[in-house]
């Protein structure tokens, strides 16, 4: 209610002395059709000014922004797979019983381009995820998920998230995933009826977190190539990958 009287206020003080000046302006040159003139010119050049300070100049500070919004969020994501989701994803795709017909479509090389990424998303789209973690493999992943909880929930307090709504729905599945084997505490007796529910909600994840990877490579490539290289090499997907490098 304060800032609207304020608001308030300033326009009629703005207004006031606008008329001020227009007295002063007929007192000193006693034209008033020139003062006509000129404030027929002010009101029509007016909408040029919302043109440009109103759409043009405050779309590209808009775009600039969010651009900038969203050079952070990657920074997340990269944080995100660096620390769990390139794990996960390797998790997965060992436990995935028909890897082997989608795994020569995700080596990625130096010569991919924005259209073989599109391509190869769009693929994966139709492609069944699936997975068959034992009660052993899950032990594993609860440990590891639970090691990583807290960092999970700060990425999760992020403000960011709200610009990214694929990235929002995979942190959502891999926390659910956390919070499923954390109240678990000994999954190696669980029965095959939970064991079934726990494989449901990995297979969830992994139709997520491979579409954020390879969106995320996609981005890698064509902005940090240094980064493109190191994940390439660290390819969960590539049997043979190597993290040193062994060409000129």
């Known amino acids: 209610m304060k800032a609207s009287k304020w608001q308030i206020w300033t326009g009629i003080s703005l207004v006031g002395l606008s008329v001020l000046f227009y007295i002063v302006h007929y007192l000193i040159f006693r034209d008033v059709h020139q003062i006509f003139i ?25 775009k600039r922004e969010k651009q ?24 997965f795709s060992k436990s995935d019983p028909n890897i082997d017909i989608i795994r020569e479509e ?5 010569t991919w381009s924005d259209e073989k990424f599109k391509s190869v998303i769009k693929r994966l789209k139709t492609y069944d995820f699936n ?31 709200m610009e990214h709504e694929s990235f929002t729905d995979l942190l959502q599945a891999v926390f659910h995933l956390t919070e499923e084997l954390k109240f678990r505490e000994h999954v190696i007796d669980v029965p095959k009826t ?8 990995a297979k969830r994840v992994y139709t997520l977190i491979i579409i954020e990877w390879l969106n995320y490579m996609d981005y890698l490539e064509f902005n940090y190539p240094y980064l493109f290289s190191l994940a390439i090499r660290t390819n969960p997907f590539d049997k043979n990958c190597s ?3 062994n060409e000129d």
Do not use: C, W, Y
Request: cysteine-free; overall charge negative; proline content about 1%.
């Open 38 to 62: 000129n404030l027929l010119s002010d009101i029509a050049f007016a909408f040029i000014q919302v043109l440009l300070v109103g759409l043009i100049i405050n779309h590209l500070l808009t």
């Open 68 to 91: 900038a919004r969203m050079e952070k969020l990657n920074m997340v994501i990269g944080v995100f797979f660096s620390e769990i989701g390139n794990q996960l994803l390797s998790d």
């Open 106 to 110: 995700l080596i990625i090389t130096r």
């Open 131 to 161: 997975v068959k973690i034992d009660k052993e493999e899950f032990a594993g992943m609860r440990n590891f998920l639970l090691e990583k909880s807290e960092f999970l929930l700060r990425i999760l307090e992020n403000p960011t998230l």
């Open 194 to 201: 939970d064991l079934n529910h726990l494989n449901i909600d």
């Open 243 to 245: 993290v040193i490098v």
